[in-house]
């Protein structure tokens, strides 16, 4: 096993949203660890893990599974036409390293735009991402989306910001 | 605009089988029916956990109207216009929190108790000899008359006109008992957080999708398929992650909805899947089941958990599921935009894994980055631009109209009736003209 590097870090996250936005999404689902989890709380960044509050999104593997397969049916009505997303990443923070363990966990401010017809959507906020290094490579045990307005009335967000 | 002055122009839209498409599209239509339907129809504005303790507010609006639920300190609730007597400013811009012992305007500091009488306004002296005593704007925040509250629901009649609360909503008020009743000390309370979504679509639109079992397996096929193929191969007897169980319904047959069964009730209410919905096969819990009994009896706990009907509709703003506990409010924004809100529910005295279930069930199904949801939204959306063609001015609610239907107050049908929405239309035209004049 290689030392992990900022750099590799960095290089993580910048291809995590790489393939996001390329819609490569069974690639994308490969980089969480087996319970992984993919959190959009509706609180955001203000909300505590504790399972007392809603969230826009919790997944797991299952869960993220069966919604990209839904994205691929032909008869998903919400994809014709299909949305497009593009992250805009700033450079990440290493907020926490373990390397004894191989975790760390970065924080990634962001602004996602989502796509749709002649409709476009605008979310920012900041990522959060708990990252184990193993074996395979770096793996996503955690990618917490902390939105800026995740309480707001909002339209369909249809892909991953 | 004024091509819909008189009550019969209105009535004329709505028949026996089907109804005007400028119903979803008029912009006169939809000022209408915030100046009449729902001046004259009971609307949910929020539930009593919300407000706790005294001087605790909850901001809604409904109808265009800025209103506000306050805890009183005799632990009744009052519902006054959020509005400054002295020139109009919004006393709180919040949408909840405490005001203490009363509210202070931010603009003038005229304040006022927590019932909305006048308590103290600066340079009073400046007033003496004025007519401000004599008129409107001395008597302080005005309240809503008509405020029930019903097993902590609590819902308003803005106008005069309309039935009173008990007439309007009838043996339909069976539905939040069935949920209320799902706590063994008979309380519920939100939380968890809401829910919002913005749709571009007409509330009555929305509205008449909760009542439509025809729609899922065509409309859901993508989401149906995809929870199938990734359960397939389990055995039976394996036990579902609360997610599959909760998606894996939505694939249900055209036979399975309509043989779940539905009732209509007078004045737009409604109850669909009366003899079992898609959230009968949740997994049981004996001991809850146990402890339901030991507070309402064997026979009133079984009937509480045997019908979890899909949707229970208290026209025209609330929807309710009893299991999963949540329920959804419709607030109509424009002709083309309505907000949808979806509730969780804890059920007090009953184990965590039925909160868990309601806000499991609202994220998969009633969340913006709902997996069930996407499909619907974009069908409404469509349905609304769609409506816009020539050539026929008219949507169809055939399906098992009986001419006869009319004559009964509460009538039991199969589950695919489109006599659900025929219903609702019928008490739109019935609430839309109570109050206009000829």
């Known amino acids: ?161 | 605009m004024t091509a819909y002055r008189r009550p019969a122009d209105i009535a004329a839209l709505v028949e026996d089988d089907r109804v005007h498409r400028d119903l979803y599209l008029s912009d006169e239509l939809f000022a209408l029916e915030q100046q009449h339907f729902f001046a004259n129809t009971w609307s949910y504005l929020g539930h009593a956990s919300q407000v706790p303790a005294a001087g605790d507010y909850l901001a809604v609006e409904i109808a265009g109207r800025p209103l506000l639920m306050v805890r009183q300190g005799d632990g009744g609730i009052r519902v006054l216009y959020n509005r400054c007597a002295h020139k109009g400013s919004k006393l709180v811009s919040d949408e909840c929190g405490s005001s203490g012992k009363f509210f202070r305007c931010p603009y003038h500091a005229w304040t006022y108790r927590l019932d909305g009488t006048p308590l103290s306004i600066p340079l009073k002296s400046g007033y003496e000899g004025t007519r401000l005593k004599d008129c409107e704007s001395g008597r302080g925040m005005v309240a809503l008359r008509h405020v029930a509250v019903y097993r902590d629901f609590v819902f308003v009649k803005i106008g005069d006109a309309g039935p009173d609360f008990e007439s309007y909503f009838g043996a339909a008020l069976r539905a939040i008992d069935n949920l209320v009743d799902r706590s063994p000390v008979g309380r519920l309370r939100i939380d968890g957080g809401v829910l919002r979504n913005i749709i571009h679509c007409n509330w009555k639109m929305y509205l008449e999708n909760i009542n439509d079992t025809v729609h899922p397996v065509s409309t859901h096929e993508s989401a149906a398929q995809a929870a199938n193929a990734l359960w397939q191969g389990q055995p039976a007897e394996a036990p579902k992650p609360m997610a599959m169980e909760q998606i894996l319904p939505f694939g249900e047959s055209y036979d399975f909805f309509d043989r779940m069964g539905a009732r209509v009730y007078p004045n737009g209410h409604s109850m669909l899947g009366i003899n079992f919905s898609i959230h009968s096969g949740y997994a049981q819990m004996p001991d809850y089941e146990q402890a339901l009994a030991a507070a309402h009896g064997v026979e009133r706990a079984a009937e509480i958990l045997q019908r979890s009907p899909q949707n229970s509709v208290c026209f025209p703003s609330l929807a309710l599921k009893g299991s999963p506990q949540a329920f959804r409010v419709i607030r109509p924004l424009a002709a083309d935009r309505t907000l949808i809100e979806a509730w969780s529910l804890r059920v007090e005295g009953a184990p965590e894994l039925l909160f868990e279930r309601s806000m499991s069930y609202n994220r998969l199904a009633f969340s913006p980055m709902s997996v069930v949801a996407h499909d619907d939204v974009h069908l409404f959306e469509g349905m609304q631009q769609g409506l816009r063609g020539e050539g026929n001015d008219w949507i169809s609610l055939h399906r098992g109209f009986d001419p006869a239907e009319r004559a009964a107050p509460i009538l039991d049908v199969n589950g695919t009736n489109e006599i659900l929405m025929r219903n609702q239309f019928r008490a739109w035209v019935e609430f839309m003209t109570m109050s206009m004049p000829e």
């Not at chain 1, 008869?75 to 805009?88: E, F, G, K, L």
């Not at chain 1, 989502?114 to 395979?136: K, Y």
């Not at chain 1, 793996?139 to 369909?156: S, T």
Request: proline residues 6%; hydrophobic residues 40%.
């Open chain 1, 1 to 161: 096993m290689t030392e992990t590097t900022e750099l590799s870090l960095f290089e993580f996250i910048a291809h995590e949203a790489q393939l996001l936005d390329a819609l490569r999404l069974d690639e994308w689902l490969a980089l969480f660890a087996d319970d992984g989890r993919y959190w959009v709380p509706l609180r955001g960044a203000l909300q505590a893990d504790d399972g007392t509050h809603n969230a826009l999104a919790d997944e797991d593997r299952l869960l993220l599974s069966l919604r990209i397969a839904r994205l691929k049916n032909p008869r998903a009505h919400s994809q014709h036409p299909p949305s497009r997303c593009q992250h805009v990443l700033q450079q990440p923070t290493v907020v926490h390293a373990d390397a004894a363990a191989r975790r760390y966990e970065l924080r990634t401010p962001f602004v996602y735009v989502e796509a749709r017809a002649d409709r476009q959507l605008m979310l920012t906020g900041c990522c959060r991402h708990r990252l184990i290094d193993t074996s395979d490579g770096l793996r996503i045990e955690l990618k917490r989306v902390d939105l800026l307005n995740p309480g707001a009335a909002l339209p369909a967000i249809q892909l991953f910001p």
